[in-house]
């Protein structure tokens, strides 16, 4: 997840700064997890620290017993099991919108194992949303608010990578797609349809209508 303030500076390949924010959210077990006695062993223990607690530990092995094996990861800020979806987007994503809104790119993706949370955290439920419906409301609203000194265009594309292969998941029919290089060495993916929206709900129904066509595996849409 990317966030403009107080974080990571790195170079781009242009030669401009950019700020880089990770975070780390910790999901709660499912009912599977639950039923079979699972543990987590993920703990979020300071605002930026979580520790990963060794799973083989056994408490009775005294030959071991003053060697932990448990780690630390530090992070720009971790979410523990209990984070609500509102907390999630004001600290990682919100921020990010006046510099969309002043016409600067932000790129905001999660990462994660299978069945780790990736599309609970960016589209979330109708109970829930998810960043992304959260983040566009936000930003339709704003731009509402300064129409008259500004005009705006927001549009969408929607692919997915599987395999090593892109499709483009607003016009399945065009088949797989190559990824090239434009003259500034910015990443293109050719034939990739971009349509344009006015609003949160109408991107949520793209979003809903491209998942149909295939069975949601990674996805990316900007
Ligand atoms: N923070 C959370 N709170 C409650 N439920 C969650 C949370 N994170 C994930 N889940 C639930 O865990 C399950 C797996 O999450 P999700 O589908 O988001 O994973 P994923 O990383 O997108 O997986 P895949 O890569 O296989 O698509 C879902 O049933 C989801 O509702």
């Known amino acids: 997840m990317a966030q403009p303030a107080n974080d990571t500076k790195t170079t781009t390949k242009g030669g401009g700064e950019q700020n ?3 975070a780390l959210r910790i999901r709660p077990l499912n ?3 639950n039923y079979n006695g699972a543990k987590s062993i993920a703990h979020k223990v300071q605002a930026k620290m979580v ?5 083989m530990e056994d408490h009775d092995d005294v030959l071991r017993a003053n060697r932990s094996r448990e780690k630390q990861f530090v992070f720009d800020c971790t979410f523990d099991s209990n984070a ?3 907390e999630v987007y004001k600290n990682t994503t919100r921020s990010l919108l006046p510099n969309i809104i002043n016409g600067y790119n932000a790129t905001v993706f999660a990462y994660g194992a299978t069945g780790a949370g990736k599309t609970y955290t960016m589209l979330g439920t109708d109970d829930e949303p998810g960043i992304m419906a959260r983040g566009l409301n936000d930003l339709f609203v704003e731009m509402d608010r300064t129409k008259e000194e500004m005009k705006y265009k927001v549009s969408m594309s929607y692919l997915e990578i599987y395999n090593e292969m892109i499709r483009d998941l607003l016009n399945p029919s065009s088949g797989i797609l190559d990824l090239r290089e434009d003259a500034k ?3 293109q993916v ?3 349809s971009e349509v344009t929206t006015r609003s949160t709900n109408e991107v949520m129904d793209m979003l809903f209508q491209g998942n149909k ?3 949601s595996r990674t996805y990316c849409c900007k």
């Open 190 to 192: 050719a034939g990739l």
């Open 185 to 187: 060495g910015g990443v």
């Open 20 to 22: 880089l924010t990770v």
């Open 84 to 86: 609500l979806q509102d």
């Open 31 to 33: 009912e599977d997890e």
């Open 213 to 215: 066509g295939e069975n």
């Open 51 to 55: 520790v990963l607690m060794d799973p």
